[in-house]
């Protein structure tokens, strides 16, 4: 290739560049500096003699100490209940995913159908779905009454404002985010794969492990990922669904310490935190099961 | 062997009297396997003995790929049985057959190396020393240095000999091989059909190899099954196909031949005379498919010996015996309207009046070629000749593009 040629070729290379322009001005807009404000927040001082929500730029460090300190329980809560919800919303999703994309492979109407049926939940909004959660799982509702009924459930017991309710309202939100990654990557499995597998002496279940599974592997890390950080983070299932003693979340403590206490170094702090934490456990995640099976 | 009949329902005999398979081998038995109306297999009954090397040729899309799919396990037969040993699996699970195939799409694990690929087939039966094994048959399609690869990272043949590796290496009874060498290049392809045929001598197993590459087919196999629209056209030995085919569409799709409308006169012993035109001729008649009527009559271009006008067969006509006895035909007056001189040997085409265009493939021994406009007269072994039903279209198999 002649240098002029290679020249041409870089140029029309670099061109895709300006193309992402808009995008890094968008990100840089409202969310770049969002965190650089949040985190100059998060070391804000209260002003000495002023009222409520009054601060004042400052070096503070021990908010987040303080912080710590004060709230680690909720934060290893809002982990626990999300590694919970997605792994919940895994075991449900996948085989949903799985029979829709590779079972009914080639039945457009009963995929199309079992799609809707999927995101369905997307038509209402967040916050009524869960609220029909809590009718539907209520003491005098349909399940506690059918558990009741069963001798499966003691009869004092409840399942509103337990911990179970809160994990099941998160799984039932975020299970479209589990199971529509998850489609989308085995829509795009080569089925003569799975044939070749049965070819070559693996039964079904053989097959699905050595091959489907492994070849899934980014649908998942995607689904999972798209699940565990909003539910690690999330507040509205606990506040409707929880109790506001043991199942309370660390996303419940940021709205409280922001909206009521008007606490905003600690709910910045406190917002930074998980931030950062999620952001390792992530990485942490993605290094040890992304780069081996992403292809 | 008792068991067959008990093993499952009695299959829709089609034709074919109920006669129990006889040991070892694949047979097939009114195989039919539609896709809503359209019928991509069509009765096809087979026997291929154990250790035999089975080609299947024929165009694209006439079924071939589908009636491996069904040997393999792949695909549900519409109709008809298979047997393997004498067992009937036409319901058997894939895996559990010990049938593997060489994917005309390869169909590689893009997810594991080339070697855990090879190896697949032997982890899953557990069988000891996977992977040594797997190394081996690595080594056998010089591959042994690429082992640690992803297929991706492989040329396309590099990924067809993987592909061929993964099948062979488990020694199944049978090994589908559905175009293997297609994208090697020559002198690989030939490597790989002398190692093919080594491979198939010295382990034994039933191969049946699909392939659009009839001179793949002929230099390879013992039996060449023809297929043609979901039908087998013919079927024998190599020799036998090319030598006295049964079909228009054998004869046009294997090899060159000259067709030539003709009429029987009558039978004298074993021979048939037939008029073309002004001309006759004369053919064995176990040669042909009908003693009767309306004739295709056919030979191949390189039977023919062509002479210029003036040698010492001027003016003969029609059927003569020489002096040992040997029956020939002969067309006279003809002229050279086309020649590819192709060095070893040329092509020639040859006008004669009252017949058409006739095909002749001269080697070329003493060097005289002759010549666009030369006068010419043809002759050939009236034993070489061999008859086809009359009403066959005439180009059957002749412009199909081979798959
Ligand atoms: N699943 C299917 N549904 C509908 N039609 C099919 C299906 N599979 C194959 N066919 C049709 O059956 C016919 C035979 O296909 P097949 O793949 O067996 O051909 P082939 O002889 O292997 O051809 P090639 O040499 O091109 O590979 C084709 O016309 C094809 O379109
Ligand atoms: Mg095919």
Avoid at chain 2, 11 to 35: C, D, I, M
Wanted: contains cysteine; proline residues 6%; hydrophobic residues 45%.
């Amino acid at each position: 290739m002649s240098t002029a040629e290679r020249r041409q070729h870089s140029r029309q290379g670099r061109l895709g560049y300006w193309f992402v322009l808009p995008g890094f001005a968008f990100l840089a807009l409202f969310f770049a500096l969002p965190v650089l404000v949040m985190l100059a927040t998060s070391l804000f001082a209260p002003v000495p003699g002023g009222g409520v929500g009054a601060f004042q730029p400052a070096l503070e460090f021990s908010n987040y100490t303080e912080v710590l300190v004060l709230y680690w329980v909720p934060l290893l809560r809002s982990f626990a209940f999300a590694l919970i919800t997605t792994v919940a919303a895994l075991l449900i999703g996948y085989p949903i995913a799985y029979l829709v994309a590779v079972r009914l492979r080639g039945h457009r109407l009963a995929q199309g159908l079992l799609l809707v049926l999927i995101i369905a939940p997307f038509f209402a909004s967040f916050i009524l779905r869960t609220q029909a959660w809590k009718i539907i799982l209520s003491d005098d509702g349909l399940v506690v009454g059918a558990l009741k009924a069963l001798s499966l459930m003691p009869p004092g017991a409840h399942l509103t404002a337990t911990a179970v309710a809160v994990v099941a309202g998160m799984t039932y939100n975020f299970l479209p985010f589990m199971t529509l990654p998850i489609f989308a990557n085995l829509e795009r499995l080569d089925a003569r794969l799975i044939e070749a597998g049965s070819d070559l002496y693996a039964s079904p279940w053989e097959t699905f492990r050595k091959v489907t599974l492994p070849l899934s592997m980014p649908g998942v890390l995607a689904g999972t990922l798209l699940t565990f950080i909003p539910a690690a983070g999330d507040y509205i299932n606990a506040s409707l669904l929880g109790n506001n003693r043991n199942t309370t979340m660390i996303g419940q403590i940021i709205e409280s310490r922001f909206f009521q206490a008007a606490d905003y170094p600690q709910a910045a702090a406190l917002a930074f935190v998980l931030m950062v934490a999620i952001l390792i456990l992530v990485m942490a995640y993605v290094r040890r099961f992304g780069t081996k099976e992403l292809l | 062997m008792n068991a067959v009949g008990s093993m499952s329902p009695a299959p829709p005999e089609t034709g074919t009297p109920a006669t129990r398979p006889t040991s070892g081998g694949l047979q097939l038995r009114g195989l039919v396997k539609r896709f809503g109306d359209f019928t991509a297999v069509d009765h096809v009954d087979l026997e291929i003995p154990p250790g035999g090397f089975f080609a299947l040729l024929g165009p694209s899309g006439c079924g071939k790929t589908t009636a491996l799919r069904m040997i393999a396990g792949l695909e549900f037969p519409t109709e008809g049985r298979i047997f393997l040993g004498g067992q009937d699996i036409t319901g058997v699970k894939p895996h559990r057959r010990p049938v593997n195939t060489v994917f005309q799409s390869y169909a590689l694990f893009p997810h594991m190396s080339v070697i855990d690929n090879v190896a697949f087939g032997l982890r899953r039966r557990k069988v000891h020393d996977a992977r040594a094994k797997a190394s081996q048959v690595l080594e056998l399609v010089e591959l042994s240095h690429l082992a640690d690869r992803r297929p991706q990272q492989l040329s396309g043949g590099q990924q067809q000999r993987v592909a061929l590796a993964r099948a062979i290496v488990n020694e199944p009874e049978v090994l589908l091989l559905d175009e293997p060498l297609g994208a090697l290049d020559m002198k690989l392809r030939r490597q790989m059909q002398l190692e093919l045929s080594r491979i198939q001598r010295e382990v034994g197993l039933t191969f049946i190899h699909v392939t659009h590459d009839q001179d793949e087919a002929m230099t390879m196999a013992d039996i060449v099954a023809v297929m043609n629209e979901g039908r087998i056209e013919q079927l024998g030995p190599p020799e036998e196909l090319y030598d006295q085919p049964e079909t228009v569409f054998v004869a046009n799709f294997l090899g060159k031949s000259n067709l030539i409308e003709a009429e029987v006169l009558g039978e004298d012993g074993p021979w048939l005379t037939i008029a073309a035109g002004s001309a006759q001729a004369r053919l064995l008649s176990d040669r042909c498919v009908s003693r009767q009527g309306r004739l295709l009559v056919g030979i191949r271009p390189e039977k023919i010996a062509i002479a210029p006008v003036g040698s010492d067969d001027e003016g003969r006509h029609g059927t003569f015996a020489d002096r040992d006895g040997e029956v020939w035909n002969t067309l006279a007056g003809g002229v050279v309207s086309a020649m590819t001189y192709t060095g070893v040997s040329t092509e020639y085409q040859v006008e004669v009046p009252g017949i058409g265009s006739v095909e002749v493939f001269a080697q070329n021994l003493a060097g005289d070629v002759l010549a666009i406009g030369d006068r010419v007269s043809l002759r050939w072994r009236a034993k070489y000749t061999f008859g086809l039903a009359g009403d066959e279209p005439i180009s059957a198999g002749a412009e199909v593009e081979p798959g």
